[in-house]
């Protein structure tokens, strides 16, 4: 079974910066690297949202609200996917998640890693 952990969450101060990884285990490193992967997020009240996508090629596409200040990166030989966040503002406090971004291959959502962001 395919278990996927996020680390790296932590307090900081508003124009902060953490790195997020998330470690995908249970999986062959031919199939992770098969699948796109995604950063998503959810903060309190809120729905989840898509926050980052990186391909199995390394094509990254961002969400609006983090373009310019986030990097999302891949090392396929260790099943994990990091999240650089820079220039980190109140409004991104949620917790942070990953996972494949193709609905149909999606695996079980891990625990999350919270952020919060103080100003």
């Known amino acids: 079974q395919v278990q996927l952990v996020e680390s790296g969450g932590g307090l900081v101060q508003a124009g902060g910066s953490l790195r997020l990884s998330c470690l995908a285990s249970?999986?062959?490193?031919?199939?992770?690297?098969?699948?796109?992967m995604g950063w998503y997020r959810q903060a309190p009240g809120k729905v989840r949202e898509w926050v980052a996508s990186i391909t199995s090629d390394g094509r990254t596409t961002y969400a609006d609200f983090v373009k310019g200040r986030f990097t999302i990166s891949r090392d396929n030989a260790k099943n994990t996917v990091y999240l650089q966040m820079n220039s980190l503002r109140p409004e991104d406090t949620a917790v942070y998640y990953c996972?494949?971004?193709?609905?149909?291959?999606?695996?079980?959502w891990g625990q999350g890693t919270q952020v919060t962001v103080i100003s």
């Open positions: 249970g999986v062959s490193e031919r199939i992770f690297t098969f699948n796109s």
């Open positions: 996972n494949v971004v193709l609905l149909s291959s999606r695996y079980s």
